[in-house]
């Protein structure tokens, strides 16, 4: 992989973070270069969160020194519904932004609502299925985990938020123009 234009998206998680790499290529079109889920093997406490911090940071570390291009990135932000993982979702999103920046790494939050509209355009889409049934319409990502169809859709708002990938509606302008700078 050399040229064109990387992006990256993290869906952070306590039991499954997803990553994703999507390239710009020439006739911007998106390529789904990369994805995973990443699963810490320490069990509890800011161990796991540190390790799934680092194990992040490190795949996307390791992609980019295949590219040879710092990436943008795009990570989803805290859904405070989710009051008794709350604090172990701030631990490890924390941690991932931590790296991000001191790894020099430009990178934005999108809060959760945003990911929905961009891609669905609808914020309060229920379930896993439809933001995965659009990204696959819309980009062509076939994925079978919903953690890595979250990030391959938080790399497009990190393409869109750049101006190397164009929007074509309304509301997905909408959702970039709330993201922010981590």
Same mark, same amino acid.
């Given at each position: 992989m050399n040229g064109g234009n990387f992006f990256v998206g993290v869906d952070p998680s306590a039991t499954s973070t997803g990553v994703a790499i999507v390239e710009i290529a020439d006739n911007f079109k998106p390529v789904l270069r990369a994805s995973t889920c990443i699963k810490a093997t320490t069990s509890t406490g800011i161990c796991r969160s540190a390790e799934i911090g680092h194990l992040v940071a490190e795949y996307i570390a390791t992609v980019q020194g295949t590219i040879d291009v710092a990436p943008i990135i795009a990570i989803e932000g805290y859904s405070y519904g989710s009051k008794f993982q709350l604090p172990l979702l701030v631990e490890v999103g924390t941690l991932i932004r931590y790296r991000f920046h001191s790894s020099g790494w430009e990178a934005w939050v999108v809060p959760p609502t945003c990911l929905k509209k961009f891609v669905t355009g609808k914020g309060n889409t229920k379930g896993k299925g439809p933001l995965m049934i659009a990204a696959y319409k819309a980009w062509g990502f076939d994925l079978s985990q919903d953690d890595e169809c979250d990030a391959a859709c938080l790399a497009m708002? =990190? =393409? =869109?938020?750049?101006?190397?990938?164009?929007?074509? /509606? %309304?509301? %997905?302008?909408? /959702?970039?123009?709330?993201?922010r700078r981590i």
């Open positions: 708002m =990190a =393409a =869109a938020h750049s101006g190397t990938w164009k929007m074509t /509606a %309304q509301y %997905q302008r909408e /959702a970039v123009g709330l993201m």
